[in-house]
């Protein structure tokens, strides 16, 4: 039962150019998503967030985009750094509730010097 | 910057011997979680707790866990007799309460190794 999709297990992105993931969700009852960031050993780390009545937002070089009617968004980090690399999940929830996290499997960017 | 802090950082256990995981959340949330991550798979819910009680769990926590904070400040989950199946990552996280913005904090985790 995946509720969210991350449908690219890897990206690859030379330094500066702009990263996208993507991100697809099934259960139209997410009002709230959110994006982590992970590296090896450590626990996720909170990075942007987004509520289901925007359909962007900014924060610094990140940028999470939501389309509702597609059910899907995404995180663009413009310029990309070699720090940046790791492993990105989105995340789901329906607030309301005990606000549980839904998460994806995650994609791991690597960016290259 | 306040933090969750989890300890220890690793257990090794036999099987059929019980674990507690211990967790510090953040000192003025009120809504408290653990995860875990099976080595290669996703991030997965297995119970969040508020108010000193459980306010929902997942298939995965069964009769043989257990959440408890004893004190103000801590946060355990116990596992009764440990199953291979149960190595994994385990992440401890924590939110405030009533917030438009519902981010949950982690902990850096405890590997949970059953041999």
């Known amino acids: 039962d995946q509720q969210v999709k991350q449908n690219s297990p890897s990206l690859s992105v030379q330094e500066g150019r702009i990263s996208i993931l993507n991100c697809d969700y099934t259960?139209?009852?997410?009002?709230?998503f959110l994006w982590y960031k992970k590296y090896p050993a450590e626990g996720p780390t909170f990075l942007i967030s987004?509520?289901?009545?925007?359909d962007k937002n900014e924060d610094g070089r990140f940028t999470v985009f939501l389309n509702k009617s597609a059910k899907h968004l995404s995180l663009h980090i413009v310029p990309s750094q070699p720090g940046d690399s790791a492993v990105y999940f989105c995340?789901?929830?329906?607030?309301?509730?005990?606000?549980?996290?839904?998460f994806g499997k995650g994609t791991k960017l690597t960016v290259n010097p | 910057e306040p933090e969750v802090t989890q300890t220890p950082s690793h257990q090794v256990t036999q099987m059929g011997q019980e674990v507690i995981l211990r967790c510090v959340p953040i000192?003025?949330?009120?809504?408290f979680y653990w995860y875990r991550q099976i080595l290669g798979q996703k991030v997965e819910f297995l119970v969040s707790?508020?108010?000193?009680?459980?306010?929902?769990k997942s298939e995965i926590f069964d009769d043989q866990f257990s959440v408890e904070r004893p004190d103000g400040s801590n946060f355990t989950l116990k596992i009764r007799s440990t199953k291979l199946e149960d190595s994994a990552m385990y992440f401890c996280?924590?939110?405030?309460?009533?917030?438009?913005?519902?981010?949950?904090?982690f902990g850096q985790g405890t590997r949970l190794t059953v041999v």
């Open positions: 996280a924590s939110s405030e309460l009533q917030s438009m913005n519902i981010e949950a904090f």
């Open positions: 995340a789901a929830s329906a607030r309301g509730g005990s606000e549980k996290l839904v």
């Open positions: 259960n139209s009852m997410f009002d709230y």
């Open positions: 000192s003025n949330h009120l809504y």
């Open positions: 987004i509520s289901s009545i925007k």
């Open positions: 707790f508020y108010n000193n009680e459980i306010s929902e």
